[in-house]
Each structure stands twice: as structure tokens, then as C-alpha cells.
């Protein structure tokens, strides 16, 4: 099947400093790309859809100022968390379309100290 | 509301046993329901996908039904085995934008 990793797997940071996490279709071209967020024995919330060449939308909540997202090309996105705080520690997924099937990357997970 | 609810949050079996989690969901309009298995720390990872029209599909050992009228789902185990220890999660495509509404999941735990 398709494969989508995500690179770091884990990244500690400061409070205040910037994380840059990568996420990339490694065997398929996906236009639109997708951010989600999850918190200790809690499911998958989705925090934004990245589309390739334009902006990305946003969910009702997630600061898009404080979560960049950029599709620069039809296999990588990426997601800066700007001036990160503790309270932005968690499990970062990205997940590709493809056709119907949306294949999810191993995670990353951001602990800011 | 779209919604879709999981049950039970959580489950103990010994190894060999089967099991079978249920998702009912009220997700409307409704494009396809899929299973996903989650082990700790790590992405999840598709076991099935099912559209209105398919009752039952299979992936060796995970059979997921589907019966659209009531607007229910179960993922049924069999012969469980310690690695199947995981968090399940029951996801539904649709909701008029193609999203993907998620479950809480049923974190099954398999003991020896």
C-alpha cells in the first residue's frame, strides 16, 4: 500500500522556538494533505487540510498563524508550529488521499519543555 | 450532528479469544466507513473500507460489517492474537465535505 512518513518522529523544543515537522507521500502524488493533532488516549482532531499550491483551510480553533502549513509540491507538506508552548505538546499525524483510501503517517511527537 | 460513537471504550481479552467492537454513527450524507488499527505512539493504519452498498468485508483475521439502514458498524476479531493489542478506530467519510469523522476508538488490550 501507500506509504506517507513524517519526519522527526520525535522533536523536543523549547518554549518560545519553532518546529518544523515534514510529511511526505513517498509513492503517490497527493494534492490535498491533511494535519491532525491527538492527545494522550483521545482520537484523532483534525486541524487543517493542506492543498498544494494554494492556502491551506484551517478547522475552527487552530491559530493558522501559529500553525504554518506549507504543500509545496504534489509530495510534501509541512507544519511549522511557531513559538511553541508547553501546551502544544503532543502526537502530530499527517495523512495522503489517495483516491478514497487515506493512508496516515507514523506521527510526531512534539515535546516542548 | 455528525457523530460517530464507539463501544466499548475499552476491552481485556486472552490471547485466542474472539471479539467484536461496534461504531453506530449518524453521519449524514454518508460516503463510506472505515476500521483503523492504532498502536501505541504510532499512525493509523486502514483495515477496512466500505461503501453503502458493501455489508461485510474481510482482512484476515478483522471482519468489519456494515448495515447502513441502522446505521451501525462492528469489527469482529478473531483468534486474537497479543499483537493485535491496540487502539481501534472507527472512521466515517462524509458529512457533505468528504471529511473524516472519527471515533474515540476501544483501546483492546490481549493478554496470554
Known amino acids: ?113 | 450532528k455528525n457523530q460517530v460513537e464507539q463501544s466499548p471504550q475499552s476491552l481485556i481479552i486472552l490471547e485466542g479469544k474472539n471479539c467484536t467492537l461496534q461504531c453506530n454513527y449518524t453521519v449524514s450524507p454518508f460516503s463510506n466507513l472505515r476500521w483503523y488499527k492504532q498502536d501505541t505512539g504510532r499512525g493509523p493504519v486502514s483495515l477496512t473500507i466500505m461503501t453503502f452498498s458493501e455489508n461485510t468485508k474481510s482482512n484476515g483475521r478483522y471482519t468489519a460489517t456494515l448495515d447502513a439502514d441502522t446505521k451501525q458498524s462492528s469489527l469482529h476479531i478473531t483468534a486474537s492474537q497479543l499483537s493485535d493489542s491496540a487502539s481501534y478506530i472507527c472512521v466515517v467519510s462524509g458529512g457533505g465535505y468528504n471529511k473524516l469523522i472519527f471515533g474515540a476508538g476501544t483501546r483492546l488490550a490481549v493478554h496470554p
Not at chain 1, 6 to 29: A, M, N, W, Y
Not at chain 1, 32 to 53: D, I
Open chain 1, 1 to 113: 500500500g501507500a506509504v506517507v512518513s513524517q519526519h522527526p518522529s520525535r522533536v523536543i523544543c523549547k518554549s518560545g522556538t519553532s518546529v518544523k515537522i515534514e510529511c511526505r507521500s513517498l509513492d503517490f502524488q497527493a494534492t490535498t494533505m491533511f494535519w491532525y493533532r491527538q492527545f494522550p488516549k483521545q482520537s484523532l482532531m483534525l486541524m487543517a487540510t493542506s492543498n498544494e499550491g494554494s492556502k491551506a483551510t484551517y478547522e475552527q480553533g487552530v491559530e493558522k498563524d501559529k500553525f504554518l502549513i506549507n504543500h509545496a509540491s504534489l509530495t510534501l507538506s509541512t507544519l511549522t508550529v511557531t513559538s511553541a508552548h508547553p501546551e502544544d505538546s503532543s502526537f502530530y499525524i499527517c495523512s495522503a488521499r489517495d483516491g478514497r483510501e487515506e493512508y496516515f503517517g507514523p506521527g510526531t511527537r512534539l515535546t516542548v519543555t
